[in-house]
């Protein structure tokens, strides 16, 4: 990778960590789904109007990414986070970056070397050591619902890789149009209260709508999707497991969370883990 392709692949986790609080504020004024709704509407708008069509041979692929990445990852996700710990969400959301280079192996014949391999269990032990604590004694099905995205994530990434590459602004904009419909329709079945909430959100739920359309979303997804137009899964993806560490980092400058020894191990684990993965084995 070059250095502007690390950069912005630490960037990446960056925007996405500090996007927790901007979910947990979210959904605390609207309902988690019909949240998601709003953001993939709102890129859509954005995007589609200015971005060329997917041809006969990539709309296919592209609706089936937007069934993973969309409705099953975000889905998943946001629903879990809404119940769940924000910190701990952060953490079981890094299984998929072992996802992903699992299914790499098989699927796209890229087989990760020694040390990428023991970079990914370094920094998966960073995660660990930030998971462990009485937040692991919450209900169960958060946890579950996250970690369902984490790998509904991985095989979006994995089928990115496989099909493209792809305009990463073509692919945003038209997965995030083609997943409405599927979160809208979730939201319908599993929520009330949708009209209430638009009334009722003050100006910090709209911000941080805001933040989850335009950085997290549009940004952050568009530096994601030209990372992995151009590099090896097994050198983009241990990247997301900096996210914790950034998740954390902004828990506590916004939500108060204190700063303590394990975060602190967990965070230089991590780091050192992804630093280990970009190491370029001797020919």
Not at 161 to 170: A, N
Request: with cysteine.
């Amino acid at each position: 990778m070059t250095a502007i392709q690390i950069v912005c692949a630490v960037a990446v986790p960056l925007l996405w960590g500090y996007q927790f609080v901007a979910i947990k504020v979210g959904v605390a004024e609207f309902p988690p789904l019909f949240f998601l709704a709003l953001r993939f509407v709102a890129i859509a708008l954005l995007l589609v109007p200015f971005v060329k069509r997917p041809t006969r041979e990539q709309l296919g692929p592209v609706a089936v990414i937007s069934i993973f990445l969309g409705g099953l990852n975000f889905g998943l996700f946001y629903v879990g986070l809404g119940l769940g710990s924000g910190s701990l969400s952060a953490v079981a959301y890094q299984l998929a970056t072992p996802f992903a280079v699992l299914l790499a192996w098989p699927l796209l014949g890229e087989r990760p070397s020694l040390t990428t391999s023991a970079g990914v269990v370094l920094a998966f032990a960073g995660v660990v050591v930030l998971a462990t604590g009485p937040a692991l004694s919450a209900s169960a099905l958060p946890l579950l619902l996250v970690v369902g995205a984490a790998f509904a994530f991985a095989v979006s990434n994995v089928l990115t890789k496989c099909y493209g590459p792809f305009d990463s602004l073509m692919l945003m904009g038209w997965s995030s149009l083609l997943t409405v419909p599927q979160v809208m329709s979730m939201s319908l079945l599993l929520e009330h209260g949708q009209t209430a909430s638009l009334v009722a959100a003050d100006e910090i739920g709209w911000l941080a709508l805001a933040y989850t359309i335009f950085i997290g979303g549009i940004l952050g997804f568009g530096l994601w999707f030209w990372l992995i137009g151009r590099c090896s899964m097994s050198r983009v993806a241990p990247f997301g497991l900096l996210l914790p560490v950034f998740a954390l980092m902004s828990s506590v400058l916004f939500l108060g969370e204190p700063v303590t020894p394990k975060l602190i191990v967990g965070g230089l684990l991590a780091v050192s883990g992804v630093a280990m993965t970009q190491v370029r084995p001797k020919a």
